[in-house]
Structures are given as structure tokens and as C-alpha cells.
């Protein structure tokens, strides 16, 4: 089965690199069906002086990677790009996350959850504030937050739907309940949920998200994307080969076309 991915970030958000031609090439050479870029919103819930340039792009950077991506689409006509964007979901900024939304013709938002408290969780700069956590209690938090972006309705995908495992630690109590609640939230709202390879290439050796997760959003009818969160162009549709047994074994039949 030949998946779309629709996670791929441009050298814009300071952590990436490569050309965004680059990325279009190497998704052709795949034979991928079609792509989208998601790069990082810029930071728009901190003052423009605060804002990290090693985390996303600068407010002035987004018209131009708009721009570029419909550049790529006049010089590839032969593979579908959309435009999206990945936002960071800020409790009490919904207001201004939807301004800047609103300002380009995004085909999707995927929708995320970086931070708990305003600590950075997956950033490896901050991994030994996890020794002073209680991880169970961490993942309530992480969950919840995530309820609440998808209940936000500011996002067509929640992305990487259980990031906090990154860094492979995991709670000690069954998480089959905040799986239900979760797939019954995103159902409500409806999101659709993301299966982000990513995950194989950090701690956590999994995909975004465990099975158990995934089990439960097709339980509730939650529609299924694909992405690679692509940093560098050789990293397009990376480990694509392990989706389809995880949707299978998850009981999906098919994924969600986005920007159609």
C-alpha cells in the first residue's frame, strides 16, 4: 500500500534541513501517492522577542514557506503537495492561533502537544525534569491536554497522539482508559488521528500511537493519517512498510485523503 505523508517540516523551523524540493524528490523516487508540508507555526502565544528560532519559523517566514509550497506545485505537477501547517495547542490562546490560521488557505492543520506546563517535554534539553515527575500523573496531564486540542476545533489531525512516550517513559498503570476517553473525544470533535513513524526512530521505539490507542480510535470511527515528520529529506516515508500491518492489526481499511 503506497501512503501519503503528510508530516514533513522545512529548514524554516531552525531543527530541519534540506531544500523543500529535496522532500518532493525523494517522495516521487518512493512513489508516494501524494505529500504535505507541515511545518511549525511560529510561536505565536509568546512575544515575538521570546520566540526560539531553533523551534519554528519567525512570523515573517510564514508567508514565504506558503509561498514556496505553491511554488513546488508549479514545478511538480506530478504528485499532489498539499499545504499544512503543524500548530502547537496552547491552552488560553485559542483566539490567537485562529488568527493566524485564518490568514492562509492551510489545506490541513495538524494539531500538537509539546508542552505541559510550559515545560518542553520532548525536547531533549529539558529530558532530566522527568526525573522529578510522576509519570502516571504526567500522562493524565499530556492526555487531557490533547482532549482539549482536539475539542478546540482548530485542527483537522492530532499529530503524534501519545508523544510523551519519546523518550521511553512509561507509566505503571493500565492506559486503556485515557485511550477510550481520548478516541471518544477525538470522535466528538471530529479529528482525525495521525500514525507518526517517528516514533521508531527515538527511545520510544514505536509508532505514534501504541496500538492500543489506535484500537480505540477505530472503535469510534476516528479517520487515519500518515506521516513520516520528516526532518531531512531522506527521512520522506520513512519506515511506511510497518503502517499497514499496525492498521490492519487495528482493523482500519482505509486512511483519510486530506486537502480533497
Known sequence: MLLPDYHIHTFRCGHARGEMREYVEKALALGLPQIGFADHIPMYWLEAQERDPGIAMFQEDLAEYVAEVEKMRLAFPGIPIKLGIEADYMPGFEPELAKVLDQYPFDYVL????????????????????????????????????????????????????????????????????????????????????????????????????????????????????????????????AFDKIEPMLVEAGYTKILVLGS
Open 111 to 238: 494539531g500538537s502537544v509539546h508542552y505541559i506546563d510550559g515545560w518542553g517535554f520532548d525536547n531533549p534539553a529539558y529530558l532530566h525534569k522527568y526525573k522529578y515527575m510522576n509519570i502516571d500523573d504526567l500522562y493524565c496531564q499530556y492526555f487531557n491536554l490533547v482532549q482539549q486540542a482536539a475539542r478546540s476545533r482548530l485542527f483537522n489531525v492530532i499529530a503524534h497522539p501519545d508523544l510523551i512516550k519519546k523518550f521511553g517513559y512509561r507509566p505503571r498503570g493500565d492506559l486503556r482508559e485515557l485511550y477510550e476517553q481520548t478516541a471518544c473525544v477525538f470522535a466528538e470533535a471530529s479529528v482525525a488521528v495521525e500514525i507518526n513513524t517517528a516514533g521508531l526512530r527515538v527511545p520510544a521505539q514505536e509508532i505514534y500511537p501504541a496500538l492500543g490507542l489506535l484500537q480505540a480510535c477505530r472503535k469510534y470511527d476516528v479517520p487515519v493519517t500518515t506521516g513520516s515528520d520528516a526532518h531531512e529529506p531522506g527521512l520522506v516515508g520513512y
